[in-house]
């Protein structure tokens, strides 16, 4: 028998290898002998089916992998009954890197590491079905924002070659300013595109009014995080329901990491190379949260102690200079977003510059 994490024995032990329309699962026993493998289809009714069988018979921990249906598949099985352990394969390299990649292979390895311990496999927790359902929505308005890009960019492309280079204007305004300076000649290549833009505008527009709805009414924590010049509705709502709770991270200064901006780490003996960032975590945040450090350290971000950071990592020099101010920036403003949402604070921009300020006046005094 293996003692698990809560406690409790755990005679056998399932990993679970999920597809889009097959799922193969393997199950090994106390002793670590293979007691059963068998493929099973992707759908709730037979999974629900399958499993409930498995735990009768004497299983009480699945393990599987991270991915697109592995949300409502962890949620079903822990409804059953099942311990479940959401294997973060990524930093797994014995599932990630392996030669022997197959949906029988990879079920069975879930399954033997999860036996002998959960925490080989990294595991991750999934959100709640109403977040997932809120973030959905902030993933589609992202979709129809580079939709829209894409399609601008397009019609910018498609009027050089005529010698008109399009004036500069926001995206929100792009389908009111250009059908009068088309070509006639692009005239009916073009109108229908500027069109798709216009709609793409309007439908864009819905989605703002609805994620400020949603941070006024269901996610009110948003508006300390929105203190912060720079940062609006899209990142502070994505910040919240990525993270979900303020105590799923235990310190503010692990967010940067958990966002995967902080470097990567390969020291051996004396080589301690300078790496990049490690780009663990959700995308969609970590891409925001960059976009706001550019707008911190732009010509209109306000005066603060991110910004002072980010201009005195800049003027260091050097190649990438400028870069390594963007991802510092970015790194320090999920900490302090993480820090004002775990203590209701008030946001003071320089802060840190008026406290070191009144330590020198003050250890002036005393000498």
Sequence with gaps: MIQANKNRLVPMTVGLDLGDKK?????????????????????????????????????????LEVGTQSPWVSRLLAELGFEVVVANAREVASIAKS???????????????ARVDPQLLRPIQHR???AQADLAALRSRAVLVATRTQLINHVRGS????????????????????????????AVGLTAVV???????????????HIEHLCEHRYPETKLLRQ??????????????????PDRINKPRNAGAYVGLVPKRRQSGDSDPQLGITKAGDVALRALLVNCAHYILGPFGQDSDLRRLGLRVAAGGGQGAK?????????????????????????????????????????GQTT
């Design 128 to 130: 709640g079905p109403k």
């Design 23 to 63: 799922s193969h699962y393997c199950v090994v026993d106390s002793s670590g002998a293979v007691a059963g493998r068998k493929p099973v289809s992707t759908t709730p009714k037979a999974v629900r089916t399958h499993f409930a069988r498995l735990l009768q018979a004497g299983a009480s921990r699945v393990a």
């Design 99 to 113: 030669s022997r990649k197959s949906d029988r292979v990879d079920a069975e390895l879930l399954a033997r590491l």
């Design 159 to 186: 009027t050089k070659p005529w010698g008109l280079r399009l004036p500069r204007c926001s995206a929100a305004c792009f389908h009111k300013k250009v059908p009068e300076l088309l070509p006639k000649e692009l």
């Design 228 to 245: 912060v010049k720079g940062v609006g509705p899209v990142t502070a709502l994505t910040f919240v329901l990525t993270i979900e709770s």
């Design 323 to 363: 870069k390594r101010a963007v991802i510092a920036v970015a790194r320090k403003l999920s900490v302090l977003l993480l820090r004002l949402w775990q203590t209701g604070e008030v946001y003071e921009p320089l802060r840190n510059t008026h406290a070191r300020e009144a330590k020198q006046i003050a250890a």
């Design 195 to 209: 069109e798709q833009i216009a709609s793409l505008t309007a439908q864009i527009l819905r989605f703002d009014q």
